[in-house]
């Protein structure tokens, strides 16, 4: 092992129990609609919707980078509150793998949504959401690097021991609000804005407490309906933290396949660009009720220099499945004489 790697390793497991925590970076938020708004849960057409993302970024510069998964699924479900409004359930998971030590962040959480419409074609709706689950952090043994392994690895590695029982637990309290309008056939605007670790929740490091700052993340963006076959859409995501401000405006354009009104099955093309850290590219495509994504991200900070401008790599993909419920026709029988 060189010297280079080394440093960075125990840098980087330095960063991780000294810096509050980092959430999940995404660079396609089509595909974590519950991650990116806790309001979004149960908000579209169909009867459940299934999907996930895995995100490999890092490589070049920490070694193992970073491996990040998750997974969700969703449904709308009628209430008798209201002609036009409805409930949003789901539940999502999701593993986070980070640097040399393999430091794991796990989570499951629960999502909640109540939507209100404002009209009976859901022209104009307003949604409210919230999320609450458990977290967990540990350490992978095998691959921790301390300093013994650097001078001579036939030292015995008591801090080895230590740091692969490592294991903490927190809970989780997220809230969002969302504004979607339909102006046109097939056009329409969503604003909204989520706040993310409300109670500021702290979790026991190795030798302090660690603590996640409050994040609020707000989204707009704009589908519009240029010509019958092709749709553009503008969108930016601004995040903020005490540590950090995220800024990342993206475009995309999208192609429809078929002349066919009924046939919604397109792809779509869109650059993207995270303030100060990296360039976006995506594409995608739509077909039926499946929907998958692919994103790359160029890094153009001074990381560059590590990893040769490689950044993270980002697959995506949801369903929305249809069940209607077969009715029960009671046979008529018609006396031929009649």
């Given at each position: 092992?060189?010297?280079?790697?080394?440093?960075?390793?125990?840098?980087?497991?330095?960063?991780?129990?000294?810096?509050?925590?980092?959430?999940?970076?995404?660079?396609?938020?089509?595909?974590?609609?519950?991650?990116?708004?806790?309001?979004?849960?149960?908000?579209?057409?169909?009867?459940?919707?299934?999907?996930?993302?895995?995100?490999?970024?890092?490589?070049?510069?920490?070694?193992?980078?970073?491996?990040?998964?998750?997974?969700?699924?969703?449904?709308?479900?009628?209430?008798?509150?209201?002609?036009?409004?409805?409930?949003?359930?789901?539940?999502?998971?999701?593993?986070?793998?980070?640097?040399?030590?393999?430091?794991?962040?796990?989570?499951?959480?629960?999502?909640?949504?109540?939507?209100?419409?404002?009209?009976?074609?859901?022209?104009?709706?307003?949604?409210?959401?919230?999320?609450?689950?458990?977290?967990?952090?540990?350490?992978?043994?095998?691959?921790?690097?301390?300093?013994?392994?650097?001078?001579?690895?036939?030292?015995?590695?008591?801090?080895?021991?230590?740091?692969?029982?490592?294991?903490?637990?927190?809970?989780e309290t997220n809230l969002g609000i969302a504004f979607k309008s339909k102006f046109a056939k097939a056009s329409s605007f969503t604003i909204g804005i989520a706040a993310y670790h409300i109670f500021a929740p702290q979790y026991a490091g190795i030798k302090y407490k660690n603590y996640i700052n409050r994040r609020y993340t707000f989204h707009s963006s704009l589908y519009y309906r240029l010509t019958k076959a092709f749709m553009i859409e503008p969108q930016i995501i601004v995040s903020l933290s005490n540590n950090s401000t995220n800024i990342m405006p993206q475009f995309k354009s999208f192609i429809k396949l078929s002349k066919d009104k009924r046939k919604t099955d397109m792809v779509y093309f869109g650059l993207g660009y995270r303030l100060n850290d990296a360039l976006q590219m995506m594409v995608g495509m739509k077909y039926k009720n499946f929907d998958i994504g692919f994103a790359y991200d160029i890094t153009i900070s001074s990381a560059a220099q590590y990893n040769n401008h490689q950044g993270g790599i980002e697959f995506g993909v949801y369903k929305i499945f249809q069940i209607h419920k077969k009715r029960n026709v009671t046979p008529i029988l018609i006396c031929p004489e009649l």
């Open positions: 092992m060189n010297k280079k790697n080394f440093f960075l390793s125990i840098v980087f497991i330095s960063l991780v129990f000294v810096l509050t925590g980092q959430d999940l970076n995404q660079t396609n938020t089509r595909y974590s609609p519950l991650y990116q708004n806790p309001a979004f849960t149960g908000g579209f057409y169909g009867t459940i919707r299934m999907g996930g993302t895995y995100r490999d970024q890092g490589r070049k510069l920490m070694g193992e980078g970073f491996k990040t998964m998750n997974m969700f699924i969703d449904a709308p479900i009628s209430i008798s509150i209201g002609k036009n409004n409805w409930l949003g359930v789901g539940f999502q998971v999701y593993n986070d793998k980070a640097g040399a030590a393999q430091m794991v962040t796990q989570g499951v959480i629960v999502n909640f949504a109540y939507h209100l419409s404002f009209d009976k074609k859901y022209k104009n709706v307003l949604s409210f959401g919230a999320q609450y689950g458990m977290i967990q952090k540990k350490m992978d043994g095998e691959k921790i690097i301390v300093a013994s392994d650097y001078v001579d690895p036939g030292v015995p590695l008591t801090d080895r021991a230590s740091l692969s029982s490592y294991k903490a637990n927190y809970k």
